[in-house]
């Protein structure tokens, strides 16, 4: 007997029987543009690894709606659980519950927008609240996208999904997804874009798309895989829904909820204390159905698959990402790190994991930032939901559709959520008798206040505020002064009864609210009878946007009065306002950098910062238009000359953007003097280092830089790289990355003026290196496989093979930083026996083992070739752990730890029933592919008994024709045919 350090390896491995070509690689003529499209799960087998070692199960273009502690959280379906809720067979007794042209739900004349045909089960007739509430979800949908296409979506209501139970108790709902595509779409997919746009901002972000392929973190690709809704808007496949006959593209798109859950299903009042709206959860996943898809993180879960990508990923960037930098710029999916949305305005937040919620911020990458994390609710495809809260569709919501090539339909009103705070309570001071405000700003007008939510911690040593009265009241200043006018005018001034609070602790009270057609919305909290605590954030962005007056409104101070004194003191209180989505944004105003300037010195490029700032919005410098350069939604440069800072003084920016519902930001003042300005830093790329490595550029940005400035580590000048006002470098050194600690940078700008700003943190790290994978084995035959490796991003590394029949294959040259996904190849083995090799980065090894050739027989006759059905033996080395013969009915597919599995074309593995087992012999029954019972048990052997229990290695099976000589498997005998 043999032995190695990986442990004793006698076993035999995979027998691959392919059968057949798969049929989307054949040889044909297609259009570049509208190639044959296969279906997701398609696509997934077709990417397994060619190793005898069990991956990650792969998940499926689905998605599960489970039950949090103070909510709902919206994650993608694993395989496990689509098979669960599988409705193959089941959906045959469905029937249409809306408005249909024929009966079957399809329009037959000619469309003016999306129709979604909603097929119900009789399940559903039990609960009419439920059924409604998806007819009035669909036909949110309907009432924005123009495109002239039908979506089919099954839906069921009740304790059963399609009549089958729930995999968990904790499941609230699930939607399966009609997900389609091909290995060379994208250029297809980038001319149809440009050719059925019909905004012009967009078409030009269209353009801007990389004209052959799309480059990515992981390489580039011109494979896509898409939701069917976005393929019909694009003319890929026909524009009506019709599942009697598009079988070729799977079931069509289904949707279920579980009935032992909680429901609101009216939100037109508000929603109930602990009850879940169902408008908002069904509309939610109609969006996932409609596109909101990702494929973030599915080569760090299955390493060997082709990198991929949806339309929602043509636009996910690291941030700071400009229309300039659009078309080159990598698109982001690996997990991990900041994600934002990019397509041609503000950059909006994402959430960073992969499918399984690992990897990044913990919540899955089809999604924008959890407002949870961030205080900022940027759509209806947030993750999460809070119980009792409402939720409705964003203006970045309709932005992302937009992108996926949707037309939209003009007057669609949306809801924006206006915060002024990050999420994080940090303080709860007690403020009884004190009328507490937020200054917040719409993007667009007009903006009806339509609820207001604010967040009532509990006090130690205080009532529950639960049953307490509290007054809310809202006003305007129409001018953006930036403070609150003393004794205003109040639009809208109601006491509420508190209810029951969650968890959370936010508390929604929504009401019939003023409209507002300029300026600046005021929304204001008093406690007027019991004391009460108000949630105060101070971890967040300085905006001075919070105010308290302890004489009723007759006057107010800033809120940082109440706390600390600093300067980030943003009471939790917001405002829902809903807006018209066609309204051209008005531009926000927050910084201008320089904003000293000397006098009489040469003309300079002024960085402007805010938001809502768009393609034709101009800089303003003292109401007289300046040359414009437009970055991104937030970020401008404009050209001042030097006639415009010929003489001391002071001089009024704002920006611009015509259009109808457009207008002027607010203004800032930029100085005309001999003083410096003092800076400030917004952030610092990178923020962390490997210990001992050289060299390494930190660039510094922020604003009011200037060529004297200097940056300070851990309180020593740095020589620096003057940028730009908002931009400055240095450059590491070994000593300055020598000890794990955290590093201080300040930029220092000397007199006059000039000043101090404030301090960042630059850490340095030991790098550990981690793989997904310890160990992998082969068949004789070799194959290619891969694993995930996980490093922080300033860790380099180099990917060494110990084997000259291991080769590395991604990335080329083996070597990177940070997390990646790195590829292999094994050779062929022409020798009997088992070998083994590793592959070493860092500290860490993938250990990989390869079986030796085997020959295999039939035993009929003792020679080739062996058929399904037919008794088969394999000869060659290090087999089995010893000699055992089965006596059991019906024979093992397991025999003292040695198994023998058939892969067919489709790759569905099948396990072989064991006759006897050696070192040197093994005799099975190749599996008939045709029998039912067959593939249950290959079903079952994949997700319980082989995925720990195979040997490694595997074999190949050579041509074979079905023989006489076999046992009893199928009741039909099987046509001889040729395999390969």
Same mark, same amino acid.
């Given at each position: 007997?043999?032995?190695?350090?990986?442990?004793?390896?006698?076993?035999?491995?995979?027998?691959?029987? $392919?059968?057949?070509?798969?049929? =989307?690689?054949?040889?044909?003529?297609?259009?570049?543009?509208?190639?044959?499209?296969?279906?997701?799960?398609?696509?997934?087998?077709?990417?397994?690894? +060619?190793?005898?070692?069990?991956?990650?199960?792969?998940?499926?273009?689905?998605?599960?709606?489970?039950?949090?502690?103070?909510?709902?959280?919206?994650?993608?379906?694993?395989?496990?659980?689509?098979?669960?809720?599988?409705?193959?067979?089941?959906?045959?007794?469905?029937?249409?519950?809306?408005?249909?042209?024929?009966?079957?739900?399809?329009?037959?004349?000619?469309?003016?927008?999306?129709?979604?045909?909603?097929?119900?089960?009789?399940?559903?007739?039990?609960?009419?609240?439920?059924?409604?509430?998806?007819?009035?979800?669909?036909?949110? =949908?309907?009432?924005?996208?123009?495109?002239?296409?039908?979506? *089919?979506?099954?839906?069921?209501?009740?304790?059963?999904?399609?009549? /089958?139970?729930?995999?968990?108790?904790?499941?609230?709902?699930?939607?399966?997804?009609?997900?389609?595509?091909?290995?060379?779409?994208?250029?297809?997919?980038?001319?149809?874009?440009?050719?059925?746009?019909?905004?012009?901002?967009?078409?030009?972000?269209?353009?801007?798309?990389?004209?052959?392929?799309?480059?990515?973190?992981?390489?580039?690709?011109?494979?896509?895989?898409?939701?069917?809704?976005?393929?019909?808007?694009?003319?890929?496949?026909?524009?009506?829904?019709?599942?009697?006959?598009?079988?070729?593209?799977?079931?069509?798109?289904?949707?279920?909820?579980?009935?032992?859950?909680?429901?609101?299903?009216?939100?037109?009042?508000?929603?109930?204390?602990?009850?879940?709206?169902?408008?908002?959860?069904?509309?939610?996943?109609?969006?996932?159905?409609?596109?909101?898809?990702?494929?973030?993180?599915?080569?760090?879960?299955?390493?060997?698959?082709?990198?991929?990508?949806?339309?929602?990923?043509?636009?996910?960037?690291?941030?700071?990402?400009?229309?300039?930098?659009?078309?080159?710029?990598?698109?982001?999916?690996?997990?991990?790190?900041?994600?934002?949305?990019?397509?041609?305005?503000?950059?909006?937040?994402?959430?960073?994991?992969?499918?399984?919620?690992?990897?990044?911020?913990?919540?899955?990458?089809?999604?924008?930032?959890?407002?949870?994390?961030?205080?900022?609710?940027?759509?209806?495809?947030?993750?999460?939901?809070?119980?009792?809260?409402?939720?409705?569709?964003?203006?970045?919501?309709?932005?992302?559709?937009?992108?996926?090539?949707?037309?939209?339909?003009?007057?669609?009103?949306?809801?924006?959520?206006?915060?002024?705070?990050?999420?994080?309570?940090?303080?709860?001071? *007690?403020?009884?008798?004190?009328?507490?405000?937020?200054? $917040?700003?719409?993007?667009?007008?007009?903006?009806?206040?339509?609820?207001?939510?604010?967040?009532?911690?509990?006090?130690?040593?205080?009532?529950?505020?639960?049953?307490?009265?509290?007054?809310?009241?809202?006003?305007?200043?129409?001018?953006?002064?930036?403070?609150?006018?003393?004794?205003?005018?109040?639009?809208?001034?109601?006491?509420?009864?508190?209810?029951?609070?969650?968890?959370?602790?936010?508390?929604?009270?929504?009401?019939?609210?003023?409209?507002?057609?300029?300026?600046?919305?005021?929304?204001?909290?008093?406690?007027?009878?019991?004391?009460?605590?108000?949630?105060?954030?101070?971890?967040?962005?300085?905006? +001075?946007?919070?105010?308290?007056?302890?004489?009723?409104?007759?006057?107010?101070?800033?809120?940082?009065?109440?706390?600390?004194?600093?300067?980030?003191?943003?009471?939790?209180?917001?405002?829902?306002?809903?807006?018209?989505?066609?309204?051209?944004?008005?531009?926000?105003?927050?910084?201008?950098?320089?904003?000293?300037?000397?006098?009489?010195?040469?003309?300079?490029? $002024?960085?402007?910062?805010?938001?809502?700032?768009?393609?034709?919005?101009?800089?303003? =410098?003292?109401?007289?238009?300046?040359?414009?350069?437009?970055?991104?939604?937030?970020?401008?440069?404009?050209?001042?000359?030097?006639?415009?800072?010929?003489?001391?003084?002071?001089?009024?920016?704002?920006?611009?953007?015509?259009?109808?519902?457009?207008?002027?930001?607010?203004?800032?003042? *930029?100085?005309?003097?001999?003083?410096?300005?003092?800076?400030?830093?917004?952030?610092?790329?990178?923020?962390?280092?490997?210990?001992?490595?050289?060299?390494?550029?930190?660039?510094?940005?922020?604003?009011?830089?200037?060529?004297?400035?200097?940056?300070? =580590?851990?309180?020593?000048?740095?020589?620096?790289?003057?940028?730009?006002?908002?931009?400055?470098?240095?450059?590491?050194?070994?000593?300055?990355?020598?000890?794990?600690?955290?590093?201080?940078?300040?930029?220092?700008?000397?007199?006059?003026?000039?000043?101090?700003? /404030?301090?960042?943190?630059?850490?340095?790290?030991?790098?550990?290196?981690?793989?997904?994978?310890?160990?992998?084995?082969?068949?004789?035959?070799?194959?290619?496989?891969?694993?995930?490796?996980?490093?922080?991003?300033?860790?380099?590394?180099?990917?060494?093979?110990?084997? +000259?029949?291991?080769?590395?294959?991604?990335?080329?040259?083996?070597?990177?930083?940070?997390?990646?996904?790195?590829?292999?190849?094994?050779?062929?083995?022409?020798?009997?026996?088992?070998?083994?090799?590793?592959?070493?980065?860092?500290?860490?090894? $993938?250990?990989?083992?390869?079986?030796?050739?085997?020959?295999?027989?039939?035993?009929?006759?003792?020679?080739?070739?062996?058929?399904?059905?037919?008794?088969?033996?394999?000869?060659?080395?290090?087999?089995?752990?010893?000699?055992?013969?089965?006596?059991?009915?019906?024979?093992?597919?397991?025999?003292?730890?040695?198994?023998?599995?058939?892969?067919?074309?489709?790759?569905?593995?099948?396990?072989?029933?064991?006759?006897?087992?050696?070192?040197?012999?093994?005799?099975?029954?190749?599996?008939?592919?045709?029998?039912?019972?067959?593939?249950?048990?290959?079903? *079952?052997?994949?997700?319980?008994?082989?995925?720990?229990?195979?040997?490694?290695?595997?074999?190949?099976?050579?041509?074979?024709?079905?023989?006489?000589?076999?046992?009893?498997?199928?009741?039909?005998?099987?046509?001889?045919?040729?395999?390969?």
């Amino acid at each position: 007997m043999k032995s190695s350090k990986f442990g004793l390896l006698r076993s035999l491995a995979l027998i691959s029987l $392919l059968l057949m070509a798969f049929p =989307w690689q054949r040889d044909r003529a297609q259009s570049p543009q509208k190639p044959e499209l296969i279906t997701y799960d398609q696509w997934m087998k077709s990417q397994m690894p +060619q190793t005898d070692t069990a991956t990650s199960e792969p998940f499926t273009d689905g998605f599960v709606i489970v039950k949090s502690e103070d909510g709902t959280s919206c994650r993608l379906m694993t395989r496990e659980e689509a098979l669960k809720m599988k409705v193959a067979g089941i959906r045959e007794g469905l029937r249409v519950i809306n408005d249909g042209g024929d009966g079957r739900g399809l329009r037959l004349e000619a469309q003016t927008g999306l129709k979604i045909t909603l097929r119900a089960t009789s399940q559903l007739d039990n609960f009419p609240q439920a059924k409604e509430a998806f007819i009035r979800a669909a036909a949110v =949908w309907e009432g924005i996208i123009q495109s002239p296409i039908t979506v *089919v979506i099954d839906v069921d209501f009740g304790p059963t999904r399609f009549g /089958n139970p729930y995999s968990s108790s904790n499941i609230i709902g699930s939607t399966s997804n009609q997900t389609l595509g091909a290995s060379n779409l994208y250029t297809g997919v980038r001319d149809q874009l440009i050719s059925t746009s019909n905004n012009s901002q967009q078409t030009a972000v269209f353009s801007a798309l990389p004209s052959s392929n799309l480059p990515t973190d992981s390489g580039t690709t011109t494979s896509v895989f898409a939701s069917s809704p976005i393929l019909r808007a694009l003319d890929f496949i026909d524009p009506v829904a019709d599942p009697s006959r598009e079988g070729q593209y799977g079931s069509p798109p289904s949707i279920g909820f579980n009935s032992n859950f909680g429901f609101d299903f009216d939100p037109s009042d508000g929603i109930a204390i602990n009850t879940i709206d169902f408008n908002a959860t069904a509309v939610h996943e109609i969006g996932h159905v409609l596109g909101f898809s990702s494929f973030v993180g599915n080569r760090e879960l299955t390493p060997t698959s082709s990198v991929t990508a949806s339309p929602w990923d043509f636009y996910r960037f690291r941030p700071g990402v400009t229309l300039g930098s659009f078309s080159a710029s990598s698109r982001l999916l690996i997990s991990g790190g900041e994600h934002t949305h990019f397509s041609g305005g503000d950059e909006l937040p994402l959430s960073t994991s992969r499918l399984d919620g690992q990897g990044g911020d913990g919540r899955q990458a089809p999604h924008w930032k959890d407002d949870a994390q961030t205080g900022i609710n940027v759509g209806i495809m947030d993750p999460t939901a809070i119980d009792g809260n409402r939720e409705d569709v964003s203006p970045s919501d309709l932005l992302a559709l937009r992108s996926f090539g949707y037309q939209l339909k003009n007057s669609v009103k949306v809801t924006e959520v206006l915060s002024a705070d990050d999420g994080s309570r940090t303080v709860s001071p *007690v403020a009884t008798g004190a009328l507490v405000v937020n200054r $917040l700003t719409p993007s667009r007008y007009p903006a009806k206040v339509t609820g207001i939510s604010v967040n009532l911690p509990f006090v130690s040593g205080q009532p529950s505020p639960a049953g307490a009265p509290l007054r809310l009241v809202v006003f305007n200043d129409p001018n953006r002064t930036g403070l609150p006018p003393n004794n205003p005018a109040l639009l809208f001034d109601r006491t509420f009864i508190v209810p029951n609070i969650t968890s959370s602790r936010f508390v929604e009270f929504t009401f019939d609210g003023p409209t507002i057609n300029a300026g600046d919305i005021y929304i204001g909290v008093q406690s007027t009878t019991t004391p009460m605590g108000i949630a105060v954030d101070t971890n967040g962005p300085a905006y +001075q946007r919070s105010f308290i007056s302890q004489n009723n409104g007759g006057s107010f101070q800033p809120l940082n009065t109440l706390t600390d004194g600093s300067t980030a003191s943003n009471f939790m209180a917001r405002a829902d306002v809903s807006v018209p989505f066609d309204a051209v944004p008005i531009p926000g105003l927050t910084s201008a950098s320089p904003n000293k300037i000397k006098p009489g010195g040469a003309g300079l490029t $002024l960085w402007v910062r805010g938001t809502s700032f768009q393609p034709n919005s101009v800089v303003k =410098w003292n109401g007289t238009d300046r040359p414009t350069t437009y970055l991104n939604g937030s970020l401008m440069q404009a050209a001042i000359s030097s006639g415009d800072i010929a003489s001391a003084g002071n001089a009024t920016v704002t920006i611009f953007t015509a259009g109808q519902g457009g207008g002027d930001s607010n203004n800032l003042t *930029v100085s005309i003097t001999a003083d410096n300005p003092a800076p400030s830093i917004v952030k610092i790329d990178p923020s962390v280092g490997a210990q001992g490595i050289s060299g390494a550029t930190v660039n510094v940005f922020g604003n009011n830089f200037t060529n004297s400035s200097v940056v300070r =580590w851990n309180g020593s000048d740095k020589p620096t790289n003057f940028i730009s006002s908002v931009q400055l470098s240095i450059t590491l050194g070994a000593s300055d990355l020598a000890a794990f600690t955290e590093n201080k940078i300040i930029v220092f700008t000397p007199g006059p003026g000039g000043g101090t700003s /404030n301090e960042v943190t630059f850490s340095v790290i030991q790098c550990s290196y981690f793989l997904s994978v310890t160990s992998q084995s082969f068949s004789s035959n070799g194959g290619t496989s891969g694993f995930s490796l996980t490093a922080n991003s300033a860790c380099p590394w180099n990917a060494v093979s110990d084997a +000259q029949w291991i080769a590395i294959t991604n990335p080329i040259g083996a070597s990177g930083s940070g997390k990646y996904v790195v590829n292999y190849r094994v050779l062929s083995n022409s020798q009997a026996g088992l070998r083994t090799g590793k592959i070493t980065i860092g500290s860490s090894s $993938l250990n990989i083992s390869q079986a030796g050739l085997v020959t295999t027989v039939s035993s009929a006759n003792y020679g080739l070739p062996v058929s399904p059905e037919s008794i088969a033996t394999a000869f060659g080395a290090d087999l089995a752990l010893g000699v055992f013969n089965s006596d059991v009915t019906p024979l093992p597919t397991n025999l003292n730890g040695t198994s023998v599995r058939v892969t067919d074309a489709n790759l569905n593995n099948r396990s072989s029933p064991l006759f006897y087992v050696s070192p040197s012999q093994v005799n099975f029954q190749v599996p008939c592919r045709h029998c039912q019972r067959y593939r249950y048990r290959d079903h *079952v052997c994949q997700r319980n008994e082989c995925r720990f229990r195979k040997p490694p290695g595997s074999v190949g099976l050579s041509k074979s024709l079905l023989r006489q000589f076999k046992r009893q498997g199928c009741r039909r005998r099987l046509r001889p045919e040729n395999q390969t």
